[in-house]
């Protein structure tokens, strides 16, 4: 088994399964991303991330080889010495509890005329939902140009499995816009 598959495996309990993820994506409106050939990584805590917990930290990692393949199909290359823009990779779980509203009242019933007391119950749950983010900065000026996430509920029970989870980074990551040096394309 090779060490991605491992770390991923390990860490299962704390994604999301890819099947009903919410992704959203943002792209700079004025960046000129057809110059960039380099990419480089940024750390969690060099963003400000310092809240990530060890096996956030060690899933991202985990996540971040997936992002270099998809980054490297698309003709990037990693260069830790002058890269053109910054990649960051995290990965977090929450827990919660959420109650909806209980709402009562009163509604005139159109075929008596009369009153009618009515009541909406609501639902008090528990819930854990996982988040993968990918960030892209200009590693010039650090401007933010590029982010995509998905998040969704951790389903009791089932798992994600390690091909769902890679097929949601590679879906992320179908979302970056150009390719590398695609100005003299």
Known sequence: MSPRSTCLLALLPLLLACQSATIESQTSRTYDFTPL?????ISPEKAGLTD??????QFSKGLSKV????????????????PDFLVLVAAETRRGRRVNTVAGGSMRNPSTGGWRRIQ???????YEEGTIMVWAFDAKSGDHIWHVWA????KEGRPPTEEGIVQLVRDLMGRFPGTAGSAGK
């Open 37 to 41: 050939q380099s990419y480089y990584w």
């Open 52 to 57: 990530m917990s060890p096996g956030a930290r």
């Open 67 to 82: 992002v270099a393949e998809e980054l490297e199909k698309r003709g990037y290359r990693q260069d830790d010495r002058e």
């Open 120 to 126: 909406i119950r609501g639902q008090d749950f528990n």
């Open 151 to 154: 998040r969704d509920a951790i």
